[in-house]
């Protein structure tokens, strides 16, 4: 189904619903903002009062209504749905508060209820309202209204909004839409998402606590941000910000893994705060997108110079190597202390025309991708020429630039200068360096492929095997059925039968306790590796059941496992179903590293090739993956892995949690040695 | 020998060489802005004119002169500064550039004797010059001078103190001391140090590219720093950086993990960028120090709070748990949608009066040491009034502290008066966090003892040793004299050698190869481990023989080294003699891990028992060494052969950098397993 908007936004004839006479009360505040400007017409519905502000008041919403704005009080707020679909008003924005967050569930599924009958694009309850610049509709009770322009914007906390409206206004930064979400109820990230790649908005600026319906979230997400770059603040990144989010909206907050896994998937842009929020959405919207890693710094001032040049190397951009030609030109316009090297330090008497030549010569070389223009305010700067000046080598160029103009009060002049013609400023040039990183980001997701690769499993197998999970043959059955290999295993019930089955997958073994209730076996001493010959593997048997009885009484012992030894890199592969966003794949270093390092990398199902080798890319120990002292590894193999892992999750919903750990990856080859399934 | 610069801060008398009349020129700059409210005594030197600015002009410098602020061509300063010497001038601040910077080391050398030679202290040469505000001295071509205040500022970077001035003027944040250090000839950080330590100097901010006397800093610095914070910008982080940074002042950047090292080490705060730089210091400077890491936040709006009690978690400091006490009062001073509990929501419709009740409550709770008071600027908001309730509160406790009035145009009357009145305001409560975490590193320092613990050195034998230690038996030798165990190890020139020394050693063994040449055994597969058996001694030899043939044919083979199998963690220990600080010790996860996740930390030498235990504790993996699957680890022989290596390398200068990879712990025990020693 697709949603239109268009009345929320772009209404002809708007009710105030609970437009007061009284000032100070929300419902004074809405109707005066939606008088002003607005281009459409506005009438207060009020059946205690004649007029309000000159207008004539109405007793109900009058015929013809494409917009209720609604500021009564929330037991009032179902009489007003119900009226609003007799009179056939087709969007609604109900800023009253007084539902879900206050423990009044029932009452907002009420409304919605009323609202889904009547085919009404219900926003909020609880929510400051809805700004759209184009017609001048200021639909909420903030009372500013921020200049023209094409991001949009929207906010889960309506408090967000007026912090970031007055950031907004102070910068110059252009709005088309701004939108507060409160309960979302009804209309949420995904709507306006899907309303908003249809327009022509240029970036979309997000605060969310927490999404409810994951996996078209990221149907959604996906198909706009490959037009339209997305950013998004997520609170509630830890288990305490978790706590505090869902005391506060009384939404389910997903875990933070699994958004970071949904926002690579997405090509989201996260920023961790408000102020990178501002930041990276003017960036997406003023400037064209780096085409490349390698950055040039073009300063007055050596200090920031070497402070900005360490932020590029941590950040893993590049330091542009200038060609020998740009050295050449920077040599005629530069005076003789100047060295023609990328930090290219101008001096500090640089007026404006040196920082246009030099500019022109590095924006001219092919070798830089993007500019970060510095300046301190010193003798003989000319802050706001040389403002112009960057805003005009901007205009003429389509490779990326940004500007510190370092200072606060008298290179304010030159800032309003930079802002108004969308260079983007920042107070300090490590933020223009994360910019430029989270534009990098972007880049990569658009021109990452997505490919999905096709196995054929045996889904009778797995079916079967799923019918008697508990039992680790049938763990092993439902691997086989997906494609993975297993350490050759046997299971023995008596230390002659593991000297039996030892003969068989081969010196040296492994032997391990078999039990469905012991996850962790080693912790309880039920594992003996390097077995190399009978009499050890009878030892390690009576040992392995003695601590069995010694460490884990309650455990029903079910023998023990006779494994063959692979000697290779222990790899863990996991997978746990996430209540918004589905099957989470993870991978990471196995053994007992993984608890310690914590050195994993998750990924949402179905997983492409691309995301499968990302994963693996941005582990801490990739590199261990891919060789280490001399081991060299196919990867190709645990990419499939992962693939496959993803495959089963999505296949079989009563899986709620797989444990792979270790697997073990050998020359090209990937043997699962152990299996944790839980099923619900 | 202590230094005073009382002379160069406060002279009575100044004489301004090189005072120009030509407008524009630093000359004239340095000479208007010394004239301007300077509470001393102003002379003009200039021969070709009669006065200056209406001060009549001598010819060369007058009897009585302090200090001396030199603006004339490079060339000329030797005279200057040999006149200097003839009038008894005590100080004298070079601006004139023109000297190591741009190649001249020699005429810089020079000037330094000539001042030596005469008992001047010599700021620069090619700096922006002093502020004094106490005096009301600006003698420097910078045009503003900053608000009166306890703050002291030391830069490298001239440039970065014109920013920083711009920046401070517009956050009315206050200086007692600006200075511009140049290209430290004579004076550098460290007398700058010393100096402020015995004024009334509050906090010391300081932007530093390189620090050439290492050791003589750490010394310095650590007294300083416990009576006066010192919050430090180190630039070079990076070798990217750390090239820029030496082809710009000529100063030989230490590597940065060294810096690292020697902050911790002395208590220094590092600040990553000026923003931060200036945020940490008007905390350290307004505030109190928080007594424990308890954060209470105090906000109108729940997004902001979610977003700020993510990043307590993430930075490691704790969300304060409200007394019942507390939480029964707030009930009574809020309404009753807002829950009494941290983070504490106020709700959007606070006047100053809740902000002030809410805000009593708190500060009086037991378990609160530090709040952070958001606001968002929304329709009840009382912006002014709610900044002087924090101003108010802040100054009736001794609790820390820190605001952050989100927005930029409608709160910056609050920001304001926040300013003015010492409570820092954030623009990102991001950032605020940030600053409580800086400021409880530096309680940390405070609090930190300091225990050098002695032990016994055979320095006979470590002599002995040090003469020889090609060899590995003089390098076991060493160790022993320092008091390591060693894993029990025999050199074999034979495969029955070999055989032999398994025998005495123990099986199972491990054979090396023995060759001083050959640093990475196991990348040239001169490494066998897990030998049982006689028959696998003897293979073994041959395969290693043969390998090096193959592999590192080259390489002188001087037998193989039997050692007994330790099982246990493998520890990295290792030593590098870093050019500015000296012998650095470094602790990590052996193996071949430490390659791939370099997850090592740094200390430099002498080390204390508090600083090795705080190496270990930042490894990531420090878990692993205390306990990782039921192995139990005791860390006591770790931390003593931390400090002993430390005392091996200040006592051998010879050495320039150990490895002892792998070191084996196991229980109480500490083997080293393997010894490389780089001598110059």
Redesign the interface.
Same mark, same amino acid.
Request: proline share 4%.
């Given at each position: 189904m697709f949603v239109t908007l268009d009345k929320l936004f772009e209404p002809e004839k708007v009710a105030v619903v609970g437009a007061s006479r009284q000032e100070?009360k @929300?419902g004074h505040?809405v109707f005066d903002n939606l008088l002003h400007d607005f281009e459409g017409e506005v009438v207060p519905v009020n059946p205690k009062a004649e007029e309000v502000h000159g207008v004539k008041a109405e007793d109900e919403i009058p015929e013809g209504t494409d917009l209720a704005v609604i500021v009564v009080p929330a037991k009032i707020v179902p009489e007003v749905i119900y009226d609003c679909g007799k009179k056939d008003v087709e969007a609604a924005i109900v800023i009253s508060a007084g539902f879900s967050e206050?423990g009044k569930e029932q009452l907002e599924e009420h409304i919605v209820h009323k609202a889904e009958q009547n085919d009404i694009k219900l926003l909020g309850p609880n929510v400051l309202g809805v700004i759209n610049t184009k017609n001048s509709m200021n639909a909420s009770?903030?009372?500013?209204i921020p200049e023209k322009g094409d991001i949009a914007f929207m906010?889960?906390?309506?408090?967000?909004c007026? /912090?970031i409206? #007055?950031?907004a206004?102070?910068?110059h930064i252009g709005f088309n839409n701004f939108v507060s979400l409160g309960n979302k109820a009804m209309l949420n990230e995904v709507d306006l998402l899907k309303y908003w790649r249809n327009t022509d908005t240029g970036t979309i600026l997000s +605060?969310t606590?927490g999404i409810e319906n994951g996996r078209e979230f990221i149907e959604e997400a996906k198909k706009t941000s490959k037009d339209t770059p997305i950013v998004m603040?997520k609170?509630?990144?830890?288990?305490?910000?978790g706590h505090?989010?869902s005391?506060?909206?009384g939404s389910i907050a997903g875990s933070y893994q699994a958004y970071k896994a949904a926002f690579r998937k997405t090509g989201i842009i996260e920023a961790?705060?408000?102020?990178e929020l501002l930041e990276f959405g003017r960036a997406f919207d003023y400037q064209p997108l780096p085409e490349g890693d390698n950055v040039a710094i073009l300063t007055?001032?050596?200090?920031?110079?070497?402070?900005t040049?360490?932020e590029?190397?941590?950040r893993g951009l590049e330091?542009a190597e200038l060609e020998m030609s740009t050295k050449r030109s920077l040599r005629d316009v530069l005076p003789e202390?100047s060295?023609p090297?990328n930090?290219l #330090?101008v001096i500090?008497d640089a007026g404006h025309q040196r920082y246009k030549d030099a500019l022109e010569h590095v924006l001219a070389d092919e070798n830089v991708d993007s500019v970060i223009v510095i300046l301190?305010?010193?003798?003989?700067t000319e802050i706001k020429k040389t403002a112009k000046t960057v805003v005009k080598a901007s205009r003429n160029t389509d490779k990326t630039v940004l500007a510190s103009f370092?200072?606060?009060?008298?290179?304010?002049k030159g800032i309003d200068i930079l802002e108004k013609e969308e260079v983007p400023d920042f107070?300090?040039?490590?933020d223009a360096v994360k910019t430029l990183k989270a534009m990098r980001n972007y880049r990569e997701f658009l021109e990452r492929g997505e490919t999905f690769k096709q196995f054929e499993y045996d889904k009778e197998k797995a079916d079967k095997a799923i019918d008697n999970i508990r039992d680790y043959e049938f763990k092993e059955n439902l691997l086989e059925a997906y494609g993975f290999d297993l350490a050759l295993t046997s299971i023995a019930e008596s230390p002659l039968d593991a000297q039996e089955a030892a003969a068989n997958v081969g010196y040296p073994v492994v032997l391990k306790v078999n039990s469905p209730e012991i996850k962790?076996k @080693?912790?309880i001493?039920g594992v003996k590796t390097?077995l190399?010959t009978k009499k050890e593997v009878k030892e390690a048997f009576h040992e392995i059941v003695n601590n069995v009885h010694l460490n884990a009484s309650a455990s029903q012992l079910e023998g023990v496992q006779v494994q063959e030894q692979l000697d290779g890199l222990e790899i863990a592969l996991g997978m746990k179903r996430d209540p918004q966003f589905g099957p989470m794949i993870m991978v990471g270093l196995g053994g007992? +590293?993984i608890?310690?390092?914590r #050195?994993v990398s998750f990924g949402i199902a179905p997983i492409t090739e691309e995301e499968a080798e990302k994963m693996i890319d941005e582990l801490? /120990?990739h590199?261990?993956f891919e060789a280490?002292?001399?081991q060299k590894h196919n990867l190709e193999p645990v990419k499939d892995a992962i693939i496959k892992l993803g495959d089963l999750a999505l296949e079989h919903d009563s899986i709620q949690e797989i444990d792979l750990n270790p697997a073990i990856l050998k020359d090209k080859n990937f043997y699962v040695a152990d299996i944790v399934i839980e099923t619900k």
């Open positions: 100070g @929300t505040e206050t009770f903030a009372s500013k906010s889960q906390s309506g408090a967000f007026t /912090a409206l #007055d950031y206004k102070a910068e +605060y606590e603040v609170s509630g990144r830890t288990s305490k910000g505090a989010a005391s506060h909206t961790e705060s408000n102020r007055n001032a050596g200090g920031p110079g070497v402070i040049t360490d590029i190397s941590e330091l202390e060295e090297v930090p #330090d500090g301190t305010p010193q003798a003989n370092m200072g606060e009060q008298d290179v304010q107070q300090d040039p490590m962790h @080693t912790d001493g390097g190399e007992i +590293y608890e310690v390092l #050195d801490q /120990a590199e261990l280490a002292r001399g």
